[in-house]
């Protein structure tokens, strides 16, 4: 099959200073997409996990691809709708929004407090609302555009034990996806999503869990792939929450 070729296409991807994120921006940028890269850490205020979106913006240009590195805490409307601002000044259009941020945080429900609780929510499921609002405008003027949101098997009950506000944000997130693609399918603008249901070896994952770590974890640049996949189908493909496995299936079809 011909290569998709994403020239002339901008691509949003948050989360994308390190892990999941960085990959799928860089496959995007492969195919010739000009690239936005959202999150915290930057150059100037990196954080004690390793990626920066300064250095992953560097490796898009470095294919030749234009490259904005905008620092955005995507739980803050305002700084959310700067982002917003900043891609349209910068690049005019969007095409592609991945909704992959995300944090977690581990403890018994009894012994989770409600900050916690909101952080999570606020991040993971807030943040995505607040990205899709504030580049939906865009593409509903221009009657296209493809949205993914990063969901987790966590999803399913029996792997939400200790992580109850990261399964009920990505369950959330699932749900948002399903509603939101059928009323925006009339405006040709996909929604799907992406359940990662195995352990993957990110920057983040690998921090937080050393001792977990195992040669079995996927690695981010294959389900960069998926992430790419997802967001490249034709506009009436949409509603779809698949997991890596049910979109690798679909890839070998397809291909
Ligand atoms: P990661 O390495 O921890 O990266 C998380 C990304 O989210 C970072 O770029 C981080 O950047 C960004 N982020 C966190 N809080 C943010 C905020 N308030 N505003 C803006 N950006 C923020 O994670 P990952 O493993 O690549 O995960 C990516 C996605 O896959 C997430 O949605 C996660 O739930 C999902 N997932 C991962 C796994 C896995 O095993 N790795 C499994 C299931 C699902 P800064 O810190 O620079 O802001």
Redesign the pocket.
Same mark, same amino acid.
């Given at each position: 099959m011909k290569p998709i070729d994403l020239t002339g296409a901008v691509a949003v991807v948050?989360?994308? *200073?390190?892990? =999941?994120?960085?990959a799928a921006a860089m496959a995007f940028a492969r195919a010739g997409a000009q690239i936005v890269c959202?999150?915290?850490?930057t150059a100037a205020t990196p954080?004690k996990?390793p990626?920066?979106?300064d250095e992953v913006a560097e490796q898009v240009r470095a294919l030749g691809r234009g490259a904005l590195a905008v620092r955005?805490? =995507?739980?803050q409307e305002e700084q959310v709708e700067a982002l917003a601002q900043c891609t349209l000044d910068e690049f005019g259009r969007i095409d592609i929004l991945v909704n992959?941020?995300? &944090?977690?945080f581990r403890a018994p429900f009894a012994e989770t407090p409600m900050k916690r609780w909101d952080l999570v929510l606020n &991040?993971?499921l807030r943040?995505s609302v607040l990205c899709t609002k504030a580049f939906l405008p865009h593409m509903l003027k221009r009657g296209s555009g493809s949205i993914v949101n &990063?969901?987790?098997?966590?999803v399913n009950p029996e792997l939400a034990l200790g992580i109850v506000p990261?399964a009920v944000s990505?369950a959330g997130l699932e749900m948002l996806t399903r509603a939101l693609a059928l009323e925006l399918r009339p405006h040709h603008i996909a929604v799907n999503g992406l359940r =990662? +249901?195995?352990?993957?070896? *990110? +920057?983040?994952?690998v921090?937080?869990n050393p001792e977990a770590v195992s040669p079995d974890?996927?690695t981010?640049e294959a &389900?960069g792939a998926d992430i790419f996949w997802l967001a490249t189908r034709a506009p009436s493909f949409t509603g779809h929450v698949l997991t890596m496995a049910e979109v690798r299936a679909a890839m070998e079809k397809t291909a």
């Open positions: 948050t989360g994308a *200073s390190r892990g =999941i994120g960085r959202t999150a915290r850490s954080s996990i990626g920066t979106i955005c805490d =995507i739980s992959n941020a995300a &944090v977690n &991040v993971n943040g &990063v969901s987790s098997g966590a990261y990505k =990662i +249901e195995t352990s993957v070896a *990110s +920057e983040g994952a921090f937080f974890w996927d981010p &389900v």
